[in-house]
Structure formats: structure tokens, C-alpha cells
Nanobody, 126 residues
Framework: QVQLVESGGGLVQAGGSLRLSCVAS????????LGWFRQAPGKEREFVAA????????YYADPVNGRFTISRDNAKNTVYLQMNSLKPDDTAVYYC???????????????????WGKGTLVTVSS
């Protein structure tokens, strides 16, 4: 099992930026596929972005493509989500997730993620 701890959430005005971080422990970080998901009030959790173990492959949900960037630093056991041009619709709890299978799998439940953080709240005001 992988332990994941998110940080970087907060309140930002529309059009602003935030960078979320997630530190992982408990397993060799460089072998993990990683992702970000979010859950808005009253809605189901949804996929945001994912990155493979080597960072050679990245994948984004359509609503965030071009505005959000996922990256990883294997030396720091950390995955990031840079969020630019934020909109009120981006308001949600953001969850970091990890896959022990080295990558993400769009056809699988939760993209194949099998470990989850507790989330960090992002609020975008209009």
C-alpha cells in the first residue's frame, strides 16, 4: 500500500493559479503510475490527469486539458498538478492517487489506481 499526502489547496479567484503537491511513501515511487481526481460538492469523483512511471505518458480530462499540467519528481517522491486559468467549476476536493501497475489505464475502474490520499480542497471564487 502507498501512503499519499496532498497539499497546496486553497481559495483562489477565477483566472488564478494553484499548484498541488502529493508526497508518496511506502513503495518505490519511480514504479508508480500517478493521477489526480476531484470531487465537487454533490457530484461523483472524476478523473483529472494521470502520468506514467517514467513521465513519458500523460493524460488529461477534456475540461482541464490545456489549463492543468501534471508532473512528477521521482527524487522527491512527489507528483504535482499545476492548475492555471482556474474557473469556479474547478472547485472540488482534489485527490492524489497511485497505481502499482506503473501507469494509468483509462479503460479500468479509477484508471487502475489502487491507493488514495485524503484530498485537498480547492475553491475558486468568481
Amino acid at each position: 500500500q502507498v501512503q499519499l499526502v496532498e497539499s497546496g489547496g486553497g481559495l483562489v479567484q477565477a483566472g488564478g493559479s494553484l499548484r498541488l503537491s502529493c508526497v508518496a511513501s511506502g513503495r518505490t515511487f519511480s514504479t508508480l503510475g500517478l493521477g489526480w481526481f476531484r470531487q465537487a460538492p454533490g457530484k461523483e469523483r472524476e478523473f483529472v490527469a494521470a502520468i506514467s512511471w517514467s513521465a513519458g505518458n500523460k493524460y488529461y480530462a477534456d475540461p482541464v486539458n490545456g489549463r492543468f499540467t501534471i508532473s512528477r519528481d521521482n527524487a522527491k517522491n512527489t507528483v504535482y498538478l499545476q492548475m492555471n486559468s482556474l474557473k469556479p467549476d474547478d472547485t472540488a476536493v482534489y485527490y492524489c492517487a497511485a497505481s502499482s501497475k506503473r501507469s494509468y489505464y483509462p479503460g479500468a475502474v479509477d484508471y487502475g489506481m489502487d491507493s488514495w490520499g485524503k484530498g485537498t480542497l480547492v475553491t475558486v471564487s468568481s
